[in-house]
């Protein structure tokens, strides 16, 4: 008797919205993220029941309710330990960690650049609104120095640090920017960041509008992004300005800006494998004309974590044969506690 299988079941963006009612700020940037999100979800492929979404504290990782797939709101700074965990005892799963600027980069700092250095087949996307939003707007460790917020009535102190130079000193594979209101872009992103074998870290600008509002208006605003920001393409020439007539020079291991008009042949071309284009951006980008870049900032390809991790155990069965955990436990010096 033949058997007829059913057809492939096309998705859209509202298979993957929960029933949950949305609780963020009205005009929060999350309600865009998570609209990027569920759009692009349908066209990656994956059953909703292979994907997994894990987050850690605050109001980005409020994420996994409104996904309707897996999800497991962890605790703060915890949900890389969380996700790897996941990741290394199911690989047939598509793993995303949602994380804030606070979450990621003070309690879970340590986490991070963990999970970015063992390289596990993770996409993390990190909203990043230079600011403590759900415990109500204290200075995070992205806020920019004289910050005014609850915790520093009189101005922050610290020195804030990008999340990208950071990842890149951790050994980040793949390395991404994007933001909130651009929905074409962060779809192209996320879906850049799924196609990485390996950990892909997402930087979103997200706008707080009650605590932190408009702190990237200077860079994404209409009336500026043509001077400030840059979108990078690998093997594409660093050009920007309202008609591309700018143009970026590499000088002595930073930018000049030029004239791409009058020395086409002087404009650098963006190599996405040499993280220097990055660290260099990070260092000067936003700062003397200098655009800030969007785009795929960084990308290497290299082993994966639980790949890795199984082929050593796999090596090790082969070698002394399946472990006895009995054997384990009573081997040894014992004690019978009467």
């Known amino acids: 008797m033949s058997q007829t299988q059913a057809a492939p079941t096309t ?42 979404f894990i987050s850690g504290i605050g109001c980005s990782s ?13 605790i703060h700074g915890r949900a890389p330990a969380i996700a790897s965990g996941l990741k290394v005892t199911r690989r047939d799963l598509s793993v995303w960690m949602v994380t804030g600027d606070g979450d990621a980069l003070s309690i879970g700092g340590n986490h991070l650049i963990h999970i970015l250095r063992r390289n596990v087949d993770i996409n993390i996307l990190l909203f990043n609104n230079e600011i403590y939003g759900l415990t109500k707007g204290q200075y995070s460790p992205t806020s920019a120095k004289g910050t005014v917020a609850k915790s520093t009535p009189d101005g922050s102190v610290d020195n804030p640090f990008s999340p990208l130079k950071l990842a890149v000193g951790a050994g980040g594979t793949f390395l991404a920017r994007t933001f909130d209101k651009d929905m074409k872009h962060m779809e192209k992103t996320v879906k850049a960041a799924h196609l990485h074998k390996g950990t892909s870290l997402v930087e979103v600008l997200q706008n707080c509008v009650i605590f932190n509002d ?45 004239s791409a008009v009058d020395n086409p042949d002087q404009v650098a071309v963006y190599n996405e494998n040499d ?16 655009p800030v870049p969007f785009g795929v900032l960084y990308r290497e390809e290299r082993s994966v974590y639980e790949e890795d991790l199984e082929a050593q155990v796999q090596a090790v069965i082969a070698k002394k044969g399946r472990g006895d955990l009995r054997k384990l436990l009573h081997a040894g010096e014992t004690w019978v506690v009467a």
């Not at 409020?62 to 962890?74: A, D, E, I, K, L």
């Not at 001077?227 to 590499?250: P, R, S």
Request: neutral net charge; hydrophobic residues 35%.
């Open 275 to 290: 993280p220097h284009f990055l660290q260099t951006f990070e260092a000067v980008g936003g700062k003397n004309g200098i």
């Open 62 to 74: 409020r994420f996994p309710y409104y996904m309707n797939t897996y999800g497991f709101h962890t």
């Open 11 to 52: 998705l859209s963006k509202k298979d993957f919205a929960s029933d949950q009612t949305v609780r963020w700020c009205p005009g929060c940037g999350d309600y865009g993220i998570l609209t990027a999100v569920q759009k692009t979800m349908p066209e990656l492929g994956i059953p909703k029941e292979n994907i997994a």
């Open 214 to 258: 408009e702190v990237f208006e200077p860079t994404v605003g209409k009336e500026n992004r043509g001077n400030t920001m840059i979108f990078v393409e690998h093997g594409q020439k660093l050009i920007f300005g309202k008609d591309n007539e700018k143009g970026l020079k590499l000088n002595h291991g930073s930018f000049e800006i030029i």
